[in-house]
């Protein structure tokens, strides 16, 4: 972390206004903090994070400007955002295996709906693997943190508009096929037809923006049980939307 940057900015709020606006939303920094964390792999801290979220508020908090129209929570978001995904980008925040372990997950998805005609069952994925239901959930659990998309948490440059960062496969733009309405339907009707539990936690955490142990709550079940649902539901949306788009 660039500590001496931390403490210019710091020295740069204060006896102003901006320190105002640093101490009143510095609860905002962790909140966003801990729900970015929930779907980053375990190796990742969020002291990290509300240590990079921090220097985006100050920053923020130096360059808002309260006649531009713009509440200055919405502005700093957007900041704060955006400075943890620049430590993100900068670090190798998912480890290589679970990558690969991820896409094995997808492949075997897309072969066994093919061969059975509907979503396959966990333990069926397991066996397609070669690997008891335990070590397959283990799987699902070290992928946290392998995203379809997720505009809520990522801007482009210009930090104008949303854009996406979280797609494992680099190689196709994932703008340009959120931008395509054909995709946008295929993704909306993938989502509609995912089991009814994976369906339901990715309406809570997407639409409620309920965390994973909130959702475990809902759910009766553990958060690595809610972590193990949405990295299946997002293997299950990947291996529909690549064969779609081969």
């Known amino acids: 972390m660039a500590a001496p940057r931390a403490l210019s900015l710091y020295r740069q709020t204060q006896a102003s206004q901006d320190e105002d606006y640093v101490s009143r939303h ?35 908090a130096k360059n808002f400007d309260p006649n531009a129209g713009v509440l200055f929570e919405t502005f700093a978001s957007q900041r704060i955002r955006g400075a943890m995904l620049d430590e993100l980008r900068s670090s190798d925040w998912m480890p290589r295996h679970a990558r690969k372990h991820m896409r094995e997950i ?76 054909n995709f946008q339907r295929n993704l909306i009707r993938g989502i509609d037809e995912l089991p009814e539990r994976e369906k339901l936690v990715m309406a809570l955490y997407y639409d409620e923006e309920l965390n994973l142990k909130e959702i475990g709550a809902v759910l009766g079940v553990t958060e690595s049980r809610v972590c193990q649902l949405h990295s299946q539901a997002i293997a299950r949306l990947r291996a529909r939307l690549g064969d779609w788009t081969s």
């Open 26 to 60: 510095a609860p905002l920094v962790k909140r966003i903090a801990y729900h970015m964390v929930s779907r980053l792999p375990a190796s990742v801290e969020v002291d990290d994070l509300i240590q990079v979220g921090m220097m985006g508020l100050m920053e923020a």
């Open 106 to 181: 997808e492949a075997a998805m897309l072969a066994l709906g093919h061969k059975l005609g509907r979503a396959p069952l966990e333990s069926e994925v397991a066996q397609h693997l070669q690997l008891d239901l335990e070590a397959y959930q283990n799987m699902l659990s070290e992928a946290r943190g392998h995203q379809l998309v997720h505009l809520e948490d990522i801007e482009d440059e210009d930090e104008n508009h949303h854009n996406v960062q979280y797609s494992a496969d680099h190689a196709i733009n994932p703008l340009q096929q959120l931008a395509d309405a």
